[in-house]
């Protein structure tokens, strides 16, 4: 009965929304939208917002956007059980246009379909709120601030409007920053699930290192990893370990090599130069010597500050890790790095680990990932990826075969430029 009251437009969409449900997953929403409903006191009637934005962990503006949504507008504080599947169904069970789409108006927090850099200042600082628990004590919101700048910093706003000074985030310039910050994205996507710590979008790895390391000379930061975990699988995002830091192990390429030489797992290298920027790469392969390109089209470049950005493969070309030990032709440069061409990386950092260089390149489609393209770090760090049981696993390992100790030891020549010597 109360379905033939609906609009036939309203009818329709939920009669085409609930298709991309099964039969059990409408059965779960019911018992949601029952059980919501009841908290609402609203005689099993409709959702408030309150109760909806409470359930869902949303605050803020973005959590009222979100319900504004839902209601298809209404502004009557009642989100019907038709609301709820039509909602999820557009926004979970979409095209990858519809979603990025509902996502595009979910950000235009003030509904005047004008997506301005205002709006999304709004909706990064409702994201972090609930991502890293911030206080709102001075520090902390420095810290917030600060972030949210590095995230704007990447935005692209070209679409005019008339009447108004500033321009705003065309739909383009939007699936283009998703791009350039996929921990956005992945946020953004998973808000009408429960709120829990593994929620998509939400994980923050856990860092190791010796106790009594300072964590102010790291140059990671939680939002970093965050920022970084986009781009990686729910796996990586445990636990991150300390594998080299300059500040403790000095700028020495043996010394880095030696520490990540047992690392058999992804890592992730931070750089900070003189001129204050922050970048650096995710190694999905192990440091070992070559003679060439390697590696994987799971690595990625990334900028950190002043602006946030990540920067995957193209599959243009191959040329996705470098690693170079003890090569005494200029044709072959000692160092590490990541995509373009030799003499020509994306981002490399010579033997002497004094400096290096970053250019545009196809590989990732990336620029330069500092002020100049010639670099000189202050700061070098780098975290291995620990995944899930292998800490536990790598101790019998070593104690074990023959065959393990032997590639071990050729490891560790292969270190030093003695094994493959003809490379």
Request: hydrophobic residues 35%; negative net charge; contains cysteine.
């Amino acid at each position: 009965m109360g379905n033939s009251q609906s609009p036939p437009a309203a009818n329709h969409r939920f009669t085409s929304a609930s298709r991309a449900f099964t039969p059990k997953e409408l059965e779960d929403l019911k018992s949601l939208f029952t059980s919501l409903a009841a908290q609402s006191q609203s005689n099993g009637q409709y959702i408030s917002s309150s109760v909806f934005q409470a359930y869902f962990g949303l605050k803020g503006p973005l959590g009222g956007r979100m319900f504004d949504l839902a209601t298809q507008g209404r502004k009557d504080d009642k989100l019907t059980f038709e609301d709820l599947v039509i909602t999820k169904g557009t926004y979970e069970k979409g095209t990858k246009d519809e979603i990025e789409e509902f996502i595009y108006q979910l950000l235009d927090v003030t509904n005047d379909e004008n997506l301005t850099r205002s709006d999304l200042d709004s909706v990064l600082v409702s994201m972090f709120d609930h991502i890293f628990h911030l206080k709102g004590s001075e520090l902390e919101s420095s810290s917030h601030c600060y972030m949210v700048n590095t995230f704007l910093n990447a935005a692209t706003f070209s679409k005019d409007h008339e009447g108004y000074n500033d321009k705003s985030m065309s739909f383009e310039d939007f699936k283009s920053w998703c791009t350039l910050v996929p921990s956005v994205k992945k946020f953004l996507a998973s808000l009408l699930v429960p709120p829990d710590p593994g929620r998509s979008g939400s994980q923050v790895p856990k860092f190791q290192h010796l106790d009594n390391i300072d964590s102010t000379v790291l140059l990671l930061r939680d939002e970093y990893a965050w920022h970084i975990g986009g781009a990686i699988s729910q796996e990586e995002l445990e636990e991150w370990k300390l594998l080299y830091h300059s500040a403790l192990n000095g700028l020495s390429f043996n010394t880095f090599l030696g520490n990540v030489s047992n690392h058999d797992e992804p890592t992730v290298l931070i750089i900070k130069d003189r001129e204050g920027y922050i970048f650096g790469g995710y190694a999905s392969q192990p440091w070992e010597r070559h003679s060439n390109f390697y590696g994987d089209m799971k690595s990625f470049l990334f900028q950190l500050y002043p602006k946030a950005s990540i920067f995957r493969p193209t599959g243009a070309n191959n040329n996705l890790q470098w690693c170079a030990v003890n090569f005494g032709s200029e044709t072959i440069p000692n160092g590490i790095g990541f995509g373009g061409r030799i003499n020509h990386f994306g981002l490399f950092l010579s033997a002497g680990f004094d400096q290096g260089h970053t250019f545009s390149c196809t590989t990732f489609n990336s620029p330069c990932v500092s002020k100049t393209s010639q670099i000189y770090p202050e700061v070098i760090e780098c975290w291995g990826v620990v995944r899930k049981g292998m800490e536990k696993e790598k101790p019998d390992v070593a104690k074990g075969s023959v065959l393990e100790r032997f590639k071990e030891e050729r490891h560790m020549l292969n270190m030093v430029g003695i094994a493959n010597a003809s490379g």
